[in-house]
């Protein structure tokens, strides 16, 4: 126990010895792949090895003959390179609250391994990616797709086009020396088009069509139908298939739209296809994604086909993106300013902050009062659902009413607000809120599980704060007042919650087991 006047050592020669001892050990259970390894040049191990001036292998190798699993699509799991270090089991179990990992045996025989020994598609993860992004070597990492995308863009009878998300933004720069939370939209575009693509497109387009359609739901359900209320988001994929397989009797208050990558999705390949006059059936479309989830969700249901095709292609991370630019020899500290091809370019600022735990909650409160009270908001700023607070709660009063909301981040902290609405319902009082955000990974997409390494609190914040940069400096702050999105619905899709908007807009959701067998 610690005691007044207690000196304590912490770095001398003995101490640096033992160090290096452990570390030596640890390199003895790792297989010495780092040229082919996904954390190439970006691993602790790696590093540490570096600093300590490990030249030898002092211990015999003793490396686990154990398989690959890349069953889901989205995450891969490499339990060869584990270091046993368990933080992937304290973010999926007492972060995220999922379970889908945990240690299996003792001794040199230790592994991390989904529950029961299982693949991880069978098992209960969500794909968020979490474990990903606190792995320190190369023993889970995102399933990378970059290869098929550049075989598409060698293809000259492929239509490439892509979009970009809000929290790709504020969090590329961190692989080409920028500050964190630098705001580099413009230059994400340049990239983009050097790489090859045809058209590149805003996700932040599809978050203010998000809106239009995700308002006028909640607005329907608060002013004649309060019985199915709290309504509650359903932008993020992995909050998706936490919901189906957890909370299964919260289906019926899930808002049924799209999120807003898929929603682009769908718009391209049938709306601007239209208007281009180019065969859908030769577009390939790539989003640029901080989140794993979301290449599971682009076939999720049959609801991620309305257009006629796969409305995503591909979804590739940040992480994916920044070693694409480096391999295509770009300077991209050099690149000018561009625009987005503006018929799916054009975003409000609400639409940019769905990219920060409580921005699409904010985005949608500035909408539902306009459609409410057919007003303006005298500020638009909704500072008590900003912040990294794990529950975030406050109440916006229209017309006399309170609209009370919850906001949510990090999957273990969705359980108090969802009990919350059960023991309302149980006991036949109003519901505790109307409107309720969750998103899976802590500080919403800017810390998603596709983002660059090494994410923490303060970086997070630094990334909302280029989100929240974005925003203010946005001429129009409202999604429902974006002209584009004025024109698609005149000339395409009519009305928000429309026949046409909800063929294509919108889907379903259905109770999942937690495991598969």
């Known amino acids: 126990p610690l005691e007044n006047d207690m000196v304590t050592t912490t770095h001398d020669p003995e101490i640096v010895e033992v160090r290096r001892a452990v570390i030596e050990m640890i390199l003895s259970r790792h297989p010495n792949e780092c040229l082919t390894c996904g954390r190439n040049n970006n691993c602790e191990l790696q590093r540490l090895a570096a600093d300590f001036g490990i030249r030898v292998e002092s211990f015999k190798s003793c ?4 398989p690959q699993d890349s069953s889901t699509g989205a995450i891969v799991l ?67 797709e970059s290869d098929a995308v550049w075989r598409k863009l060698r293809d000259q009878s492929a239509y490439c086009i892509v979009q970009i998300a809000p929290a790709v933004r504020v969090a590329i720069g961190e692989a080409f020396g920028f500050p964190v939370g630098s705001l580099l939209t413009g230059k994400l575009y340049a990239a983009l088009r050097r790489m090859g693509f045809r058209a590149v497109f805003d996700t932040n387009f599809g978050a203010d069509v998000t809106i239009v359609e995700e308002a006028t739901e909640f607005v329907k359900r608060f002013t004649q139908r309060p019985a199915e209320l709290p309504l509650i988001t359903s932008c993020c994929p992995a909050w998706v298939d936490f919901m189906e397989k957890f909370y299964p009797d919260m289906i019926g208050h899930f808002s049924s739209c799209k999120s807003p990558h898929q929603i682009l999705g769908v718009l391209a390949k049938t709306y601007y296809a239209r208007k281009r006059r180019i065969d859908p059936a030769s577009m ?18 049959r609801d991620m086909f309305a257009s006629g095709f796969q409305d995503i292609d591909v979804s590739l991370t940040t992480r994916e993106l920044a070693r694409m630019i480096k391999q295509a020899g770009i300077d991209f500290a050099d690149l000018p300013e561009e625009e987005p091809d503006h018929i799916l370019g054009e975003y409000s600022g609400a639409g940019t902050i769905f990219g920060v735990t409580g ?33 975030k709660e406050g109440a916006m009063q229209i017309q006399g009413a309170d609209v009370k909301v919850a906001v949510a981040h990090g999957l273990a902290n969705v359980e108090s607000v969802l009990n919350e609405v059960r023991r309302a319902k149980a006991e036949g009082r109003e519901p505790p809120f109307h409107f309720i955000e969750v998103m899976a990974c802590p500080g919403g997409c800017v810390g998603g599980g596709g ?67």
């Open 359 to 391: 921005g699409v909650m904010e985005a949608a409160l500035r909408t539902a009062y306009d459609y409410i009270t057919g007003g303006k908001l005298k500020n638009v700023d909704f500072e008590n659902v900003r912040g990294l607070d794990g529950v």
């Open 63 to 66: 490396v686990q003959d154990l």
């Open 284 to 301: 390939y479309m790539v989003s640029i994604m901080p989140c794993t989830a979301k290449k599971h969700e682009v076939k999720r249901s």
């Open 78 to 144: 490499e339990p060869r390179k584990c270091i046993s270090c368990g933080r992937c089991i304290e973010v999926c179990q007492n972060i995220q609250d999922v379970w889908a990992l945990s240690m299996l045996e003792r001794g040199f025989e230790t592994r991390m391994a989904p529950a029961g020994d299982i693949l991880l598609a069978d098992s209960p993860c969500v794909h968020c990616g979490q474990c990903s992004a606190h792995c320190p070597v190369g023993a889970i990492i995102e399933y990378d």
């Open 451 to 517: 983002q660059p390494y090494g994410v923490t609190d303060e970086m997070r914040r630094a990334r909302g704060s280029g989100l929240y940069l974005d925003d203010a400096r946005t001429a129009i702050r409202y999604s429902h007042e974006n002209p584009s999105v004025k024109k698609l619905y005149a000339d395409f899709l009519k009305e928000p919650g429309g026949k046409q908007a909800h063929a294509l807009l919108h889907t379903t959701y259905n109770p999942k087991p937690e495991y598969k067998k």
